[in-house]
């Protein structure tokens, strides 16, 4: 079992940043990489960023890579999303989820077994 909580969304301006949270606990914690997702309304959710949880490597979304960076603090089980240069069209309930470690070669198409509750991020003048 792993459980997640997202924290740190809120309304930012065009061109600022945010920096999200995901407090990451469970007994199962080693086996999985933690990855950030984000949904706009009407839409698919779409894979952000994994972060391994072995080795600490990452990954990002193309479209992403240079303004987004994933990292984690493993003494306090933490994975954060820093976000800069962030646009509208960034607007989205962005969510963490628990990917066991063996599917992170899939990313994108990275299949979570367990979810955040999202936090909503709204860029906006």
């Known amino acids: 079992q792993v459980q997640l909580v997202e924290s740190g969304g809120g309304l930012v301006q065009p061109g600022g940043s945010l920096r999200l949270s995901c407090a990451a606990s469970?007994?199962?914690?080693?086996?999985?990489?933690i990855c950030w997702f984000r949904q706009v309304a009407g839409k698919e959710r779409e894979a952000v960023s994994c972060i391994s949880s072995s080795d600490g490597r990452t990954i990002y979304s193309d479209s992403l890579k240079g303004r987004f960076t994933i990292s984690r603090d493993n003494a306090k089980n933490t994975v954060y999303l820093q976000m800069n240069t962030l646009k509208p069209e960034d607007t989205a309930v962005y969510y963490c989820?628990?990917?066991?470690?063996?599917?992170?070669?899939?990313?994108?198409?990275?299949?979570?077994?367990?979810w955040g509750q999202g936090t909503q991020v709204t860029v906006s003048s």
């Open positions: 469970g007994s199962s914690l080693n086996y999985y990489a």
């Open positions: 989820g628990a990917v066991y470690s063996d599917y992170l070669s899939s990313f994108p198409r990275v299949p979570p077994d367990y």
